[in-house]
């Protein structure tokens, strides 16, 4: 069963950091890029990050560019999305996805499976 479960959300204040953990199982990362998306309150799913392990593919949206970095622990099958200077403007339900594809991008209509999301708030 294929199961990706996100945690590391919280609240924390303009220029702050977290990091947000996906722990991906029941597939091989070999086989399915992990993307980072994120939703706001009345606003569309927006594509936030991807990466793919075989290939290294790693993409960013122009608006984190710089400040999140997307990443893989091959040995616990998790991947991070590290976010340094957060900006009220980065508030959303954090959901990571997967796609089988070594050439992913940031459509979230190309992913198949989903977390059930962790939440970020950050305060001005």
């Known amino acids: 069963e294929v199961q990706l479960v996100e945690s590391g959300g919280g609240l924390v204040q303009t220029g702050g950091s977290l990091r947000l953990s996906c722990a991906a199982s029941g597939f091989s990362l070999d086989d399915y890029a992990i993307g980072w998306f994120r939703q706001a309150p009345g606003k569309e799913r927006e594509g936030v990050s991807c990466?793919?392990?075989?290939?290294?593919?790693?993409m960013y949206a122009d608006s984190v560019k710089g400040r999140f970095t997307i990443s893989i622990d091959n040995a616990k099958n998790t991947v991070y999305l590290q976010m340094n200077s957060l900006e009220p403007e980065d508030t959303a339900v954090y959901y990571c996805?997967?796609?089988?594809?070594?050439?992913?991008?940031?459509?979230?209509?190309?992913?198949?499976?989903w977390g059930q999301g962790t939440r970020v708030g950050v305060s001005s």
């Open positions: 996805a997967a796609e089988r594809t070594v050439y992913p991008g940031l459509m979230p209509w190309s992913y198949e499976y």
């Open positions: 990466i793919a392990r075989r290939t290294g593919v790693t």
